[in-house]
């Protein structure tokens, strides 16, 4: 286990209020591809043709035909980072995850107190009466979906271009600044408004922990430390580390 995992390990156990935001890269080790490594989505999808508003309004059923296509929203699994985080809820050592993905990955893992900063692509929102409904409810035999009001059903996941749902954003500011530590794992923290969080955190006076293989936007400049390892082999190794203390 490396001396860093357990310098985290000191740092929950000694935390007030510990909140996590995360990333696309905590459900890399799940098959599901970030947008911005090589190879990701963004690869092989142009973000103005698929995942702005404007793109959905011109051509729901090119952006809907994506999202059938896309089968690792649906098959992926949680992984030991997922798992990590939801025992460190259990264990009252963490207030909150604040995640910017929509895989449902973290509830899956038995999180209870998630904020979905960027929605969730399980439901399905009407553009015209505002209907949610699961998903799995409707057709996607012939695209796009529509409701019975005549409108077109959209994925509730949040399209560039999309404001962040209020109670979402008032949840997770409130959350930076009220936490003394904040783990930021697996986002390039480039997207805003969510790579605000972290800057609001520090400004709060949180000591904030970034666990990414690669140093970002953040590093250096509003973390405090980086573990440069993947995350789904450093909760792990941060969860051992605590139970090694506690016993
Ligand atoms: P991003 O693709 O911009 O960045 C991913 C980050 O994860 C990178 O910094 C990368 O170095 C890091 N990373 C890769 N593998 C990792 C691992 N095993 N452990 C830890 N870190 C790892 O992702 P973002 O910052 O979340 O921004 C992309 C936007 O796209 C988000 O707003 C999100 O809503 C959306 N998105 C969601 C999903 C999902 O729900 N799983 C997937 C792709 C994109």
Redesign the pocket.
Known sequence: MSELSRRVAQAICAARKTVALT???????SG?P????PG??WDRYDPEEYATIEAFRRNPAKVWQMMKDFTALKTARPNPAHIGLAQLEHMGLLHCIIT????NLHQAAGSRNVIEF?GNMRQVICQRCGTVLPLDEISLDTLPPYCKCGGVFKPAGVFFGEPIPPQALTRAYEAARTCDLMLV???????YP?ADIPVVAKQAGAQVIE????C?DLTGRISDLIIQD???VVIPQILAAINAMAS
């Open positions: 990333g696309a890269g905590i459900s890399a080790e599901i970030t947008f911005r490594d990701g989505l910017q993905n929509v895989d960027h794992i697996g986002t390039s923290a480039v997207v969510a666990i990414n293989p690669e970002t993947k995350a789904g």
